[in-house]
């Protein structure tokens, strides 16, 4: 019975930001790593960022220096704050988790960067 919800999305132009967040539940939300993905039209689905249950974070290149993951394990919460967002970021974004051997993923948010 986990769930995972995502919000945030939205249009904006190149140049600006975004904060996506991800409510969990149905897990001991501390224990788990969290990652966001993203999927373009016509392209495969990729990593975008990972943070660990120790906080440790990594990147998808094409996003360093711009997007910043980070967790607020009191409120089941993990956050992708986007900056200086570019066209080629437009896609589905997704919020993932790992456990039992399966991926659990939300419904996705759609992440438009259009002038």
């Known amino acids: 019975q986990v769930q995972l919800v995502e919000s945030g999305g939205g249009l904006v132009q190149p140049g600006g930001s975004l904060r996506l967040s991800c409510a969990a539940s149905?897990?001991?939300?501390?224990?788990?790593?969290m990652g966001w993905y993203r999927q373009a039209p016509g392209k495969q689905r990729e990593l975008v960022a990972l943070?660990?249950?120790?906080?440790?974070?990594n990147y998808a290149d094409s996003v360093k220096g711009r997007f910043t993951i980070s967790r607020d394990n009191a409120k089941n919460m993990v956050y992708l704050q986007m900056n200086s967002l570019k066209p080629e970021d437009t896609a589905v974004y997704y919020c993932?988790?790992?456990?039992?051997?399966?991926?659990?993923w939300g419904q996705g948010t759609q992440v438009t960067v259009s002038s």
């Open positions: 993932n988790v790992g456990l039992n051997g399966n991926a659990y």
């Open positions: 943070i660990t249950r120790g906080y440790s974070t």
């Open positions: 149905g897990i001991i939300f501390s224990f788990y790593a």
